[in-house]
């Protein structure tokens, strides 16, 4: 029986409702039990949800990014960046280029041909999900110099994954829209899309602080801060430049130019959240398409293996060029490996640029092999990060004794 898009939006939500009172009952990332619901209800196995109702919703996944970049962007102020000292930024740039070196090397070594696809597989790897690894430190209620290096470093995480990601989809549009491209406009085309991005949300966010900054109306505000987020998006998606970076930067303008307004607007941003990004992960779900997993088994192993190492290794030597305590230079990199929510905010990104068939076959196929291995790579992330993260907070002395039993 046909039960039209409200219909499956709605059945979606109560689905999601119920999933959310299971997952809190069981002690599990929310996020997890989001995309598995959407694993099971996917074309793969109940056909619930399928391809056509996944297009249908495809504006769900577009305003979830939107919502994602933005909120990355506002935390990116000055005030909160110069505390974190330098260790934290040693920790946070060497954990997140150690994955994207490592990953990127190894993919391509297996695959020499698709050095665009490596580029790809490498700038999904080097984010961090920040919601397990912060739901293990408050259900311990751990403290100490590793627990505040943890907090510091996930939360600046996107940012760099973010930016990375940008430099490597430019790079493998670049590969595979012309194959003569020269190495200077290899170089050349990234650094001006970058830019431009850099000045569309900068652009976007002067406009909204002038019309704004005195307004005090939480419906205007709702209004406004939605209109800037979908105008930033819809132009460049319209001229072909990072809609999350630009995003991002709309949010990192505001919160630089008036902290207030950008608070204010976050928290109207936040009340979309509860609606668009349970929708958003279970739509990721629905996309896993579960007969490839014996496929993309072996990859993902060796993508999950490659990741860790570029994880833990960036992470030590991170800590060591910025002269962190001993404890962090120890056990940060093993705190560091869920990998869920941005990751396949990211992946989605690839879905929507490369699977459109603009960049050919090649591009639907890397689209296609992208997101069904970040979410199977994604169960496996999800169950050994968070408990690596309780062994090394453990060890290093962090866990509230009374929590330990």
Do not use: C, W
């Amino acid at each position: 029986m046909e039960i039209g898009t409200l219909g499956y939006l709605a059945l979606s939500l109560i689905v999601i409702y119920a999933t959310k009172k299971f997952v809190d009952r069981a002690y599990l990332p929310a996020v997890t039990g989001y995309v598995i619901v959407g694993v099971l209800a996917g074309a793969s196995v109940l056909n619930f949800i399928s391809k056509d109702v996944i297009d249908d919703f495809s504006i769900v996944s577009d305003i979830a990014l939107g919502i994602i970049a933005f909120s990355i962007g506002i935390e990116l102020n000055r005030e909160t960046l110069s505390k974190l000292g330098k260790s934290i930024m040693f920790i946070a740039f060497f954990e997140g280029f150690g994955a994207f070196v490592v990953v990127t090397t190894v993919t391509y070594l297996i695959d020499p041909t698709a050095l665009y696809r490596a580029f790809i597989f490498g700038s999904i790897a080097s984010a961090t999900a920040p919601a397990a690894t912060v739901y293990v430190i408050q259900q311990y209620k751990a403290r100490g110099p590793l627990t505040s290096t943890i907090l510091a470093v996930v939360g600046i995480d996107d940012a760099i994954a973010l930016t990375i990601y940008v430099f490597a989809s430019l790079f493998a549009s670049s590969m595979l829209s012309n194959a003569e491209l020269s190495v200077a406009k290899l170089i050349l085309t990234p650094v001006i899309k970058i830019s431009l991005s850099l000045l569309l949300g900068g652009v976007v966010g002067f406009l909204y602080y002038a019309i704004f900054r005195k307004i005090r109306h939480t419906d205007e505000l709702s209004i406004g801060i939605a209109a800037s987020i979908l105008l930033v998006m819809a132009v460049a998606e319209r001229f072909d430049l990072s809609e999350l970076l630009s995003v991002m930067t709309l949010g990192a303008f505001l919160a630089n130019t008036n902290p207030m307004l950008a608070n204010r607007s976050h928290k109207t941003v936040e009340n979309f959240s509860p609606i668009f990004l349970p929708l958003f992960f279970m739509l990721a779900g629905a996309r896993l398409d579960v007969t490839l997993i014996g496929k993309i088994g072996i990859l993902g192993l060796i993508y999950t293996a490659a990741r860790f190492a570029g994880k833990i290794g960036g992470a030590s030597l991170g800590a060591m060029l910025g002269g962190a305590p001993r404890v962090v230079k120890k056990y940060v990199g093993f705190s560091l490996l869920p990998q869920v929510g941005v990751a396949i905010a990211l992946s989605l990104a690839v879905q929507k640029k490369f699977g459109s068939g603009k960049y050919g076959q090649a591009g639907i196929e890397m689209a296609g092999i992208v997101i069904n291995l970040l979410l199977f790579t994604t169960i496996i992330t999800e169950i050994v990060g968070p408990i690596l993260t309780r062994i090394s907070l453990s060890r290093a002395g962090e866990i509230n004794q009374g929590e330990k039993r």
